[in-house]
């Protein structure tokens, strides 16, 4: 079936550092990318977004680049602090709808050492 | 922004009875209302998209007899397990997309079955 996303690794990151949270999707039609945050307990929390005709987009302390060509997709924060600690997911939208369901990748947990 | 409240937040049951599940947009009206489900250490399976009005579409290998969802309403989903059995124990969540916001997700519900 569909699938985004690897094996779910651990990213050990030390505080203050930039952490690089990668991602690989299956289907080349998609359009319509998102990471998720999501902390023990609670549903996703969106973080950023990006659409297919981008291959950068800039929030706060955090940056999606989209490579298409190999259908990769990356998250980076910048100045990691102990409250990004959490599993990162990867979702695809295939569609431009909202109505189009989302797909999740196996995700990463990303821990801080002090 | 956009809220979605999951109720309740977790539920123990005995196996055989059903359980329900409610997913509400608070300030928005969703066309489109998601329910996922996730195991420990795994990442969220789309079981169903409903449609406000409309039956659900289910996601192969979900069984459609055994999870009611239910979407009467622009801020109402429900999702019944029925005859529950240890084997539904899961985290349950909800995500709605409307015309104005895209996926907003609820804060989960942990189902245990005994």
């Known amino acids: 079936g569909e699938s985004v996303g690897l094996h779910l690794p651990t990213l050990s990151v030390q505080e203050g550092d930039n952490s690089i949270i990668n991602c690989a999707y299956s289907?080349?039609?998609?359009?319509?990318f998102i990471w998720y945050k999501q902390e023990s307990g609670k549903g996703p929390q969106f973080i950023i977004d990006?659409?297919?005709?981008?291959d950068k987009r800039q929030g706060q302390r955090v940056t999606v680049l989209l490579n298409k060509t190999v259908k990769h997709l990356s998250l980076q924060i910048a100045a990691t602090q102990p409250g990004d600690s959490a599993v990162y997911f990867c979702?695809?939208?295939?569609?431009?709808?909202?109505?189009?369901?989302?797909?999740f990748g196996s995700g990463t947990r990303l821990s801080i050492r002090p | 922004g956009a809220v979605v409240s999951q109720h309740p937040s977790w539920v123990i049951c005995k196996s055989g009875t059903s359980v329900k599940i409610e997913c509400r947009s608070l300030?928005?009206?969703?066309?489109?209302m998601f329910w996922y489900r996730q195991f420990p250490k795994q990442s969220l399976m789309l079981m169903a998209t409903?449609?406000?009005?409309?039956?659900?579409?289910?996601e192969q290998g979900v069984e459609k007899d055994k999870f009611l969802i239910n979407h009467a309403s622009l801020t109402l989903s429900t999702l019944t397990v029925t005859s529950a059995h240890p084997e539904d124990s899961s985290f349950y969540i909800c995500?709605?997309?409307?015309?104005?916001?895209?996926?907003?997700f609820g804060s989960g519900t942990r189902l245990t079955v005994v």
């Open positions: 995500s709605a997309s409307g015309q104005r916001y895209g996926y907003t």
């Open positions: 289907n080349s039609a998609s359009d319509y």
């Open positions: 990006i659409r297919s005709n981008m």
């Open positions: 979702a695809e939208n295939p569609g431009y709808s909202s109505a189009s369901k989302i797909i």
């Open positions: 300030d928005f009206q969703a066309t489109t």
């Open positions: 409903s449609n406000e009005g409309s039956k659900a579409t289910y």
